[in-house]
């Protein structure tokens, strides 16, 4: 355990984030003014006072602590960059060096004002600073310890949504791939062209599933994707199946969580078109407007009012992989209305979500 303490203070920081939060933000600045202000008000409180509340000892000590709250604060932030490409270790003992450095030295600079001013000479003992300096190291490490655990559960928070993210994607498309190597074998000796194109678009589903879960792709590749499974589908269901897109609003560089339109289409040829002996129609409607994106996918459906249970999972595990992306602004409703089923997608585009994209786009180039 000790040699495990001393070898994470030696270690060099890893990752872009930083356990010691940006200080000069104007909310870490308020948030520290507020909590100095409180231990300050608690510490006067506890004083004995037989003359009631006193207000000047207050004032003192306020000044005292909140201009060394404000200038540790602007000093970590200036020291913020460089500390974060140190080893833990390091960092925590300038944060450390920082804050009860200043704290000795408006010690010091407290007695020679308050002295100077009644006796004309410098004045302090070295009990007084000691003190002090005990005090600052001790709240300097509580809090520095807090920013840590906090960061440690963060990511631990985002390491568990990734895996909630990635066992929805994975459980999404459990369905068609013996259908689809059905329909590979089949088309082997009658058509190898199809075949070989088969192969191509399967592989290129399996890819993207394999990827990162919460990973946001852009409409032109999402459509590439879901064409490639209607191929794949149209060979197995031939004529019974009949597609029309309408998608012309959408921009081809559109944000869209990877692998979100395919299995509402798969929902609906497995439990719509494909218990029907005529097949039917799947439309895809698509619009985006006012920094919302919608997409409506109707299907022909069986006579049956009931809904498969597998359609049920089906959409709520896409729906609950929207909201962890999006959170509650992102919807997926599904309905029936005479022979048809409508499954309606709702989801924000944000500037994180464009930025996102853009660095995924990065990055495939990059491979």
């Not at 003014?33 to 207050?58: E, K, M, N, S, T």
């Not at 031939?238 to 998608?247: F, I, K, N």
């Not at 959408?250 to 609906?268: G, H, K, R, Y």
């Not at 599904?334 to 464009?354: A, H, M």
């Amino acid at each position: 355990m000790k040699n495990g303490f001393w070898t994470l203070l030696k270690r060099p920081y890893e990752g872009e984030d930083f356990f010691l939060p940006d200080l000069c933000s104007s909310v870490a600045v308020f948030t520290l003014v507020v909590l100095a202000q409180l231990v300050v008000l608690v510490w006067v409180l506890a004083q004995p006072a037989d003359g009631g509340f006193d207000w000047l000892q207050l004032a003192m000590a306020s000044l005292f602590v909140q201009w060394i709250v404000l200038l540790s604060a602007a000093a970590l932030c200036r020291l913020r960059d460089w500390m974060r490409r140190r080893p833990l270790g390091l960092a925590v003992a300038a944060c450390h060096a920082v804050v009860v450095g200043l704290t000795l030295f408006f010690t010091v600079l407290g007695d020679w004002v308050v002295y100077r001013g009644m006796t004309g000479a410098l004045q302090w003992e070295a009990g007084q600073l000691l003190r002090h300096g005990l005090i600052a190291l001790i709240m300097t490490s509580l809090l520095l310890r807090y920013f840590y655990l906090q960061q440690q559960w963060q990511h631990q928070q985002q390491a568990e949504l990734r895996s909630r993210l990635q066992a929805l994607q994975s459980r999404i498309r459990p369905h068609f791939l013996f259908n689809s190597l059905n329909s590979i074998a089949s088309l082997i000796e009658v058509a190898p062209a199809k075949a070989e194109q088969a192969v191509l678009d399967l592989s290129d589903l399996f890819r993207a599933n394999l990827s990162s879960s919460e990973a946001l792709s852009c409409w032109g590749e999402e459509r590439r994707l879901c064409e490639g499974y209607l191929r794949i589908e149209q060979y197995r269901l031939g004529e019974r199946l009949r597609v029309q897109w309408d998608v012309a609003e959408l921009p081809d560089t559109l944000p869209i969580p990877l692998l979100t339109l395919q299995p509402l289409l798969e929902n609906a040829i497995l439990h719509g078109l494909q218990p029907r002996i005529d097949g039917g129609d799947v439309l895809i409607r698509g619009r985006l407007e006012n920094g919302v994106v919608e997409l409506l996918v109707s299907n022909t459906c069986p006579q049956q009012n009931d809904t498969h249970q597998g359609e049920r999972m089906a959409m709520a595990n896409i729906r609950a992989r929207l909201q962890a992306l999006f959170g509650e602004r992102a919807q997926l409703i599904g309905w029936r209305q005479g022979e048809c089923f409508f499954s309606r997608l709702v989801y924000p585009v944000t500037q994180d979500s464009t930025t996102a994209e853009k660095s995924l786009s990065n990055e495939s180039t990059d491979r």
